[in-house]
């Protein structure tokens, strides 16, 4: 963990003893008055007493390559920035119910394969339609000051508090391409830009913001489209539903239910994305291309053609291939 709680407060007393020289300068001026080394690396104090460690400055919010590749392309052009003082980065702009193909998002990523629980609690509130308006995640139960934890790793791009309704907010970007919003926290523990691991407790519970009771309002989106968190998470048994996510325009209609998919035919390991036509297939050990196409009706070159690999690509266990 690159930065824990203690730190946390040992560097707000750092910035405290700053507060002299900082109000020499102008309220906005971004002047570095100093430099603190520390075990997570040197930091750079600003003169408005904010702060940034030197090898976060200018970084550019990508911690899925593919993924943002994939979205930002010309034939796309959604737009996901990293910015710590707004909810959304691309101010709404973003219609993914305008994609028009399925992207594979792999949920448990091989160096950051862990999910964790937030909170313990129930679901008292699902997605879909509330009181005339949209609620674009689920709520989880909870106690004032209970801990809440990262579901996944990454890095914290939002964490204040939220006019619009969520109280104290905490948004965490992921390296498997989603975001996660906490809201409603009596207490938030981390900082913008602080990396955090799966299980890594983010914040406390709380009432805050528009909300009638102690709970967290939990939110999953992908480039700032809410999807419905069951798409993903089995709250119930507290574990990710499938290490594989596949990406489509039916997963952003307002209020929309978990799709999950279909069995086909012979090969029940090949699933149908709702709202499409395309077929997948997980590989199991001992696969082999050949073998997949035979199983599910097609060749091996046009197994190649959809997933762009060659008949010689070692194929990995678990990852799904296209197939259809």
Not at 34 to 51: F, K
């Amino acid at each position: 963990m690159r930065f824990s709680l203690k730190c946390y407060y040992v560097m707000q007393r750092i910035l405290s003893s700053f507060l002299f020289f900082a109000g020499i300068f102008s309220a906005f001026s971004q002047t570095v008055i100093d430099t603190v080394y520390t075990e997570q690396g040197a930091m750079l104090i600003y003169s408005n007493r904010t702060w940034e460690y030197i090898e976060d400055k200018g970084f550019d919010g990508i911690l899925n390559p593919r993924l943002h590749s994939l979205m930002t392309e010309s034939s796309y052009k959604f737009v996901q920035n990293w910015d710590n003082q707004v909810c959304y980065t691309s101010d709404r702009k973003n219609d993914l119910s305008s994609l028009k193909d399925t992207l594979w998002l792999c949920v448990l990523e091989d160096e950051h394969n862990e999910y964790v629980a937030p909170v313990p609690g129930i679901v008292t509130s699902r997605y879909g339609p509330r009181s005339g308006r949209s609620h674009n995640g689920i709520d989880l139960d909870l106690e004032t000051g209970d801990t809440v934890r990262s579901c996944w790793s990454g890095k914290i791009r939002y964490s204040k508090y939220n006019e619009g309704g969520f109280g104290n907010l905490i948004i965490v970007r992921h390296y498997n391409g989603l975001e996660t919003f906490y809201a409603h926290l009596s207490k938030s523990l981390v900082v913008p830009d602080q990396d955090v691991k799966a299980g890594e407790p983010i914040g406390l519970g709380g009432n805050t913001g528009r909300s009638y009771g102690s709970h967290l309002h939990f939110e999953v989106r992908f480039f700032d489209a809410a999807i419905n968190p069951e798409e993903v998470i089995d709250f119930k048994k507290k574990v990710c539903k499938d290490e594989n996510l596949f990406v489509h325009k039916g997963l952003f209609r307002p209020g929309a239910r978990p799709s999950d998919v279909e069995e086909i035919g012979e090969s029940p390991e090949a699933v149908r994305i709702a709202t499409t036509n395309r077929v997948y297939y997980k590989v199991r050990s001992g696969d082999t291309l050949s073998a997949i196409a035979s199983r599910n009706r097609t060749t091996v070159s046009k197994i190649c053609q959809l997933n762009g690999i060659r008949p010689t690509t070692t194929l990995q266990v678990g990852k799904s291939l296209r197939v259809k």
